[in-house]
């Protein structure tokens, strides 16, 4: 069992940056692949960004490509999502997941966390 625990959002002005943190519980966490995904209402779940269970093999939308940066610290049970030069178009509710495969489809992942706001300003 992992429970995954999300925080760092909040509300910052387009061009701003935050940083989300994703903690998790359970000593297997290091075995995980760990996702980060967003929600607006009315629209699925989008997959944001991936890390396998090493942090050697990373996964970006295109929508975030060098803008957002996915990081995990197997020693602390934490994932991590560096969000520079956010716009708009950003702002969603943000999760993270957690999955013994490498990207399965969104409803397969085994663990979610409860979600955390955030809202980037024009």
């Known amino acids: 069992q992992v429970q995954l625990v999300e925080s760092g959002g909040g509300l910052v002005q387009a061009g701003g940056s935050l940083r989300l943190s994703c903690a998790a519980s359970g000593r297997t966490f290091r075995t995980y692949t760990m996702g980060w995904f967003r929600q607006t209402p009315g629209k699925e779940r989008e997959l944001v960004a991936a890390?396998?269970?090493?942090?050697?093999?990373?996964y970006y939308a295109d929508s975030v490509k060098g803008r957002f940066t996915i990081s995990r610290d197997n020693a602390k049970n934490t994932v991590y999502l560096q969000m520079n030069s956010l716009k708009p178009d950003d702002t969603a509710v943000y999760y993270c997941a957690a999955d013994r495969s490498w990207l399965p489809r969104t409803n397969e992942y085994d663990y979610w966390g409860q979600g955390t706001q955030v809202t980037v300003s024009s």
């Open positions: 890390i396998a269970w090493s942090g050697g093999t990373t």
